[in-house]
């Protein structure tokens, strides 16, 4: 099998990583709700964890990295928590169903109104975001990148256009582990990370980073282990965000895929690159296929057929060569739209730093069969 859905979520896990998880499930005790020595034990290591993630995208302080479930709820921890009646957002149409879902979500019910910047000659340009700019606007949400195309908007320069009062809020999903970012360096007030992508953890692992310009309402309320007397959430973050037991092996294996990426991104991001050129470049000599992406630094290669539709190649893929993508619309409708492809969508190879040429060749030769089959 060869597994290429990669952006989708990971399809393996470094042995550090499953080493971290089976020692988190041989003995989990409950971090921070009790003071026994395993307890403390567990605590310490989500301390650790948090400190590693600050420390990775130069964050804001470890007490403002909340650990989520995944990258959507970080993102709707965000949107839903600070967004206020009256309030504009801009977008862009590269972003995912998390960040558009609860926008439209806040638009119907009368809270907020938004718009998305769309694409100039098939690339997101800062300028159209910054065009979109009101006098009520209040954050711009831009994914670090789309995980149809593979584009990396620029959010450095993006920030330079919008006034300072705007927040800056980035979607990681795509972009987290495969590419440099600098909450500090970039300008950002909020980076939601997924931790089973791009960080190498397992399913069920995310973050929310924000900076001291963003107060964030609770949208779940609990336990928390601390100001346990009162029937009211903490005014103190992590914990006013971070209700219920926290999901430590998860977080066990958000450490160490971090550790990986600190140690290896730069060179993953080469391979990566030089990975999805060699795709471009192999469907550029096949039959009927149509390529939607540059080489990039995400493993992203999505491509479509003049007659077979995507979710067709994808199950053929999987069935006759064991070879896994996803076909379809990747949850980011709107740039299916502004690519034209909409609603058939598109078929997504997305690779890891761990493959290259070998699985490349094995997929584009597949292809070529395909096209000539059916």
């Excluded at 975001?129 to 620029?154: C, F, H, Q, Y």
Aim: charged share 20%.
């Amino acid at each position: 099998m060869i597994y290429l859905d990669h952006a989708a979520t990971g399809g393996s896990k470094a042995p550090s990583v499953l080493s971290a998880v089976l020692a988190a499930l041989r003995c989990c005790a409950n971090p921070g709700r009790s003071g026994h020595t395993l307890s403390l034990a567990a605590a310490e290591r989500v301390f650790a964890a948090r400190r590693l993630i600050c420390d990775l995208f130069e964050g804001y302080g470890l007490e403002r990295v909340v650990f989520t479930k995944n990258c959507t709820e970080a993102l709707n921890l965000t949107i839903l928590g600070v967004l206020q009646k009256g309030d504009h957002a801009v977008t862009t149409c590269l972003e995912h169903n998390s960040v558009l879902r609860p926008l439209e979500a806040l638009r119907r019910a009368g809270v907020i109104t938004y718009d998305v910047a769309p694409l100039t000659d098939g690339k997101l340009m800062p300028e159209s975001i910054a065009a979109l700019i009101k006098p009520n606007t209040r954050m711009a949400i831009v994914t670090t990148a789309s995980n149809v195309t593979g584009e990396v908007p620029d959010l450095a320069k993006i920030r330079a256009l919008l006034p300072e009062k705007v927040l800056l809020v980035a979607d990681g999903a795509q972009g987290a582990g495969h590419i440099a970012l600098s909450m500090k360096g970039m300008g950002l007030d909020a980076l939601a990370l997924a931790g089973h992508k791009g960080m190498g953890g397992m399913q069920g692992s995310g973050a929310l980073l924000f900076s001291e310009r963003m107060e964030i309402k609770p949208l779940l309320f609990g336990g928390t282990g601390s100001e346990s007397r009162s029937l009211e959430m903490p005014s103190f973050y992590p914990d006013r965000l971070e209700s219920g037991t926290l999901s430590y092996p998860a977080i066990c294996s958000l450490y160490e895929g971090a550790l990986l990426v600190k140690a290896h991104r730069a060179e993953w991001e080469k391979k990566l690159f030089k990975t999805t050129a060699f795709v471009k470049k192999g469907l550029a000599s096949l039959k009927g296929y149509r390529a939607y992406f540059e080489p990039n630094p995400v493993g992203i290669c999505s491509f479509s057929h003049e007659r077979i539709p995507s979710e067709e190649i994808a199950g053929e893929l999987s069935e006759r060569y064991r070879i896994c993508v996803r076909g379809g619309l990747h949850c980011a409708p709107l740039i299916h739209k502004a690519l034209g492809d909409f609603p058939d969508g598109l078929v997504r190879a997305s690779f890891s730093p761990e493959q290259g040429k070998k699985e490349a060749k094995a997929l584009l030769a597949a292809l070529s069969e395909i096209e000539k089959t059916l």
